[in-house]
């Protein structure tokens, strides 16, 4: 199957600073990629769709201007959390499908922690 | 918008057979996936339906009524490996569209 690798898996920043996120897709290319993000025994919740060479689409409710995205190629896709602080500790993951079209593949998920 | 309800929590013995049922409105409908995760790691696919009828893949089965928007996953001969959180997930759209995930059931596998 399709691989996709995210990094880093885990990082602890001190709160005002910035957080970039990486999500590369290994072995085929992903036009689309999706990030979300995951508190503690909740569920996956999108946080925006992100388009090589073109802006990313926001879900209503996330701030685009904290959370940057960029897709400058067809296989990364970066997530940085600006001026971070600490309700934005969470699960951060990234996705995107296969040639099929019907399996999601994730990243290993970054676990940050503001400080 | 989209709603997937399933339930919040299930625990089942070792060996035994588990169902997981999950209900969804949606604007729009192209499939009903299932995903699992184990605390702290990625969700991995289980399972697509997009018409009527049962997929069975080894020891995981998936079902899906789209006249009824409900869909099940059925887990056969548990293992205490199978301990995890299980998403029903559904995208409105075909294409580069994202998936929208239910809250989760957390299955617990018992000796």
């Known amino acids: 199957g399709a691989v996709v690798s995210q990094h880093p898996s885990w990082v602890i920043c001190k709160s005002g600073t910035s957080v970039k996120i990486e999500c590369r897709s290994l072995?085929?290319?992903?036009?689309?990629m999706f990030w979300y993000r995951q508190f503690p025994k909740q569920s996956l919740m999108l946080m925006a769709t992100s388009n090589e060479g073109s802006k990313a689409t926001y879900e209503q409710g996330v701030e685009k201007d904290k959370f940057l995205i960029n897709h400058a190629s067809l296989t990364l896709s970066t997530l940085t959390v600006t001026s971070a602080h600490p309700e934005d500790s969470s699960f951060y993951i990234c996705?995107?499908?296969?040639?099929?079209?019907?399996?999601?593949?994730f990243g290993q998920g970054t676990r940050l922690t503001v400080v | 918008g989209q709603s997937l309800e399933q339930p919040s929590e299930v625990t089942a013995v070792e060996g035994a057979i588990v169902q997981i049922n999950c209900t969804y409105q949606?604007?729009?409908?192209?499939?009903l996936s299932w995903y699992q995760q184990h605390d702290g790691g990625a969700p991995t696919f289980l399972s697509y339906n997009a018409l009527d009828g049962l997929e069975e893949t080894g020891r995981f089965s998936s079902f899906l009524s789209r006249s009824d928007s409900y869909g099940y996953l059925l887990l056969q001969e548990l293992q205490m490996k199978d301990s995890a959180s299980y998403f029903c997930a559904v995208r409105k759209l075909s294409g580069n569209t994202p998936l929208v995930f239910g809250k989760g059931t957390r299955l617990s596998v018992i000796a």
């Open positions: 949606t604007s729009g409908f192209y499939g």
């Open positions: 072995d085929f290319q992903a036009t689309t």
């Open positions: 996705s995107a499908f296969g040639q099929g079209g019907t399996e999601a593949f």
